[in-house]
């Protein structure tokens, strides 16, 4: 059974920092591909970063520079390092995993999730 489980949410002033982590409960680190999105109330589910099967990293433009995606040794723990946080990247902030060597923006593609940690970012 995968389980996907996010922490280090919290509430910063812009220009702050926060670190999430997302412990994968699953076999192998292989194969994998591990992502970040966020959601505000009444908005879809926007992809945030991404790291495929051979350890690259993918980003969407908004957090470009801003924002890094890495994991420890195992690939069972996955990070998102938010740097220079602005109010509108105020959400809920998933983790997921797609069994796959290669990442999709596409929520719909990743079959498992976490619960959510919320990022709140005021000016």
């Known amino acids: 059974q995968v389980q996907v489980e996010e922490s280090g949410g919290g509430a910063v002033q812009a220009g702050g920092s926060l670190r999430l982590s997302c412990v994968l409960s699953?076999?192998?680190?292989?194969?994998?591909?591990m992502a970040w999105f966020r959601q505000v109330p009444g908005k879809e589910r926007d992809w945030v970063a991404a790291?495929?099967?051979?350890?690259?990293?993918h980003y969407a433009d908004s957090v470009k520079g801003r924002f890094t995606i890495s994991t420890d040794n195992t690939k069972n723990t996955l990070y998102l390092q938010m740097n220079s946080l602005k109010p509108e990247d105020t959400a809920m902030y998933y983790c997921?995993?797609?069994?796959?060597?290669?990442?999709?923006?596409?929520?719909?593609?990743?079959?498992?999730w976490g619960q959510g940690t919320q990022v709140t970012v005021s000016s």
């Open positions: 997921a995993l797609r069994v796959a060597n290669d990442c999709s923006i596409r929520a719909a593609m990743y079959p498992y």
């Open positions: 699953v076999g192998s680190g292989d194969g994998r591909c």
């Open positions: 790291i495929d099967g051979d350890g690259l990293t």
